[in-house]
Nanobody, 124 residues
Framework: QVQLAESGGGLVQAGGSLRLSCAAS????????MGWFRQAPGKEREFVAA????????YYADSVKGRFTISRDNAKRAVFLQMNSLKPEDTAVYYC?????????????????WGQGTQVTVSS
């Protein structure tokens, strides 16, 4: 079973940057596609970004395109989310997730494993 642990969240002013990390417990991470989702208070968990196991393809929600970058280091069993030009509406708990699916990586239901989440708060 893959266990995931996020880190790097915190409080930042609007316009600032944060880099989230997701560490996996198993070597099998290298064969999983990975995603980042977020959930704001009172809202549904929504897709943020995804990356294929090779790192060759990335996908982003329109709301973060051009500001966020997803990447991975399979040797370190880690996935990252670089977040720039942060806005107050980016405030949420951010989750990383792993999937063996190869399509519709924007769908929450495609993911088999989830981390506990890390809080990101952007002040105006």
């Amino acid at each position: 079973q893959v266990q995931l642990a996020e880190s790097g969240g915190g409080l930042v002013q609007a316009g600032g940057s944060l880099r989230l990390s997701c560490a996996a417990s198993e070597r099998t991470l290298s064969r999983n596609n990975m995603g980042w989702f977020r959930q704001a208070p009172g809202k549904e968990r929504e897709f943020v970004a995804a990356i294929t196991w090779s790192g060759g393809n990335t996908y982003y929600a329109d709301s973060v395109k051009g500001r966020f970058t997803i990447s991975r280091d399979n040797a370190k069993r880690a996935v990252f989310l670089q977040m720039n030009s942060l806005k107050p509406e980016d405030t949420a708990v951010y989750y990383c997730a792993a999937t063996s699916a190869d399509f519709r990586l924007y769908l929450r239901a495609q993911y088999d494993y989830w981390g506990q989440g890390t809080q990101v708060t952007v002040s105006s």
